[in-house]
């Protein structure tokens, strides 16, 4: 009886966030749904719902569905804009998608490319300041390395679609 009950808690969230998702997709139009990003929000809703402990899934299920009602007051008040959403993310996604970010290797956008190459730019540019680049005629092949392990990493967290674009 027991497991039905957390089935029917677990339920319950997702009915409620895709009934406020929904809602909100149907009030505004592509370019407006594109700040919102309700695929990325429903792919981290069902990621959530399935986590344990739940004592710990409670607080962001709550920031989830906050941040879908602010939303939801935005465009009810005129006020959606960009600025706004933002400002309304950082409110109440931030915890939500730093947990995710630490805990589940979420990332968002090119990080992994990025962060990568730039770790081997300044690896090289440390190698050359002491001399030791001259040895392999000053080609930046530690930034050519950590690019491709950082491309091939970006690769696998698409594949597993643990990259948001929030």
Request: hydrophobic share 40%; charged share 25%.
């Amino acid at each position: 009886m027991r497991n039905t009950d957390l089935t029917e808690r677990k339920s319950e969230f997702l009915v409620e966030f895709n009934q406020l998702l929904s809602e909100i997709e149907q009030q505004l139009s592509d370019e407006e749904c594109e700040i919102v990003n309700p695929s990325d929000l429903r792919k981290i809703a069902n990621y959530i719902d399935h986590l344990k402990p739940l004592s710990k899934m409670r607080g962001h299920k709550k920031n989830l569905i906050t941040y879908l009602e602010s939303i939801k007051s935005l465009i009810e008040s005129d006020q959606f804009n960009k600025t706004n959403v933002l400002l309304s993310r950082v409110g109440t996604l931030a915890s939500v998608l730093a947990y995710l970010n630490a805990y589940h290797r979420f990332n968002s956008g090119n990080m992994e490319i990025h962060s990568s190459a730039l770790i081997g730019f300044v690896i090289d540019v440390i190698l050359s300041a002491i001399g030791v680049a001259k040895l392999y005629y000053y080609v930046p092949i530690i930034m050519l390395i950590s690019l491709f392990y950082g491309i091939r990493k970006q690769r696998r967290l698409e594949a597993e679609g643990k990259i948001l674009n929030l």
